[in-house]
């Protein structure tokens, strides 16, 4: 059986780190947060921010609260 998938397509690290991103904080600190890479949470932003159709950071929470996410 497979993880359920969120709104959008969106992958439960990518959800992890939106709502980490919802809060303000920067890659290096979602990174601290998640014990990933602040280049590894870039990555996750740029994949997110394509699959809510959205080219900035403030456009992916708004989308993401729009679809119940945050």
Known sequence: MSAPVAPAGLTPREVEVLAQVATGASNREVG???FIS???VSVHVTNL?????????TAAVARARELGLG
């Open 32 to 34: 601290e947060a998640l």
């Open 38 to 40: 602040a280049k590894t």
């Open 49 to 57: 921010m394509a699959k809510l159709g959205v080219h900035n950071r």
